[in-house]
């Protein structure tokens, strides 16, 4: 099991921009396909994005263009840059680690961190 640990969450206002941390420790972070989720008050857990193992990306379209996740695997951690951040981007955002190469659902990821809150005022 890998261990989590987000962090870079605040408050912010719209259009405004944040970058997420999250360090990983425990077994090979480059094994690792990585993602971002994020839970809004009421609402249930979805999908940001992810990361591979090979660095290719994939965002889900309502943070298309404005979110960025990468990665530094020689410092086991993975980023989420967000720009343009808007009312409804505010949630507690989470990263998680799969062993797949592939998969855009919470079932997909084993180990999870324990959150950040973002809030974007209006």
């Known amino acids: 099991q890998v261990q989590l640990v987000e962090s870079g969450g605040g408050l912010v206002q719209a259009g405004g921009s944040l970058r997420l941390s999250c360090a990983a420790s425990?077994?090979?972070?480059?094994?690792?396909?990585m993602g971002w989720f994020r839970q809004a008050p009421g609402k249930e857990r979805e999908f940001v994005g992810r990361i591979r193992q090979n660095g290719n990306t994939y965002y889900a379209d309502s943070v298309k263009g404005r979110f960025t996740i990468s990665r530094d695997n020689a410092k086991n951690t993975v980023y989420l840059q967000m720009n343009t951040l808007k009312p409804e981007d505010t949630a507690v955002y989470y990263c998680?680690?799969?062993?797949?190469?592939?998969?855009?659902?919470?079932?997909?990821?084993?180990?999870w961190g324990q959150g950040t809150q973002v809030t974007v005022s209006s």
């Open positions: 998680a680690a799969s062993f797949t190469s592939s998969g855009y659902t919470s079932a997909d990821f084993a180990s």
């Open positions: 425990g077994r090979a972070f480059i094994a690792y396909l």
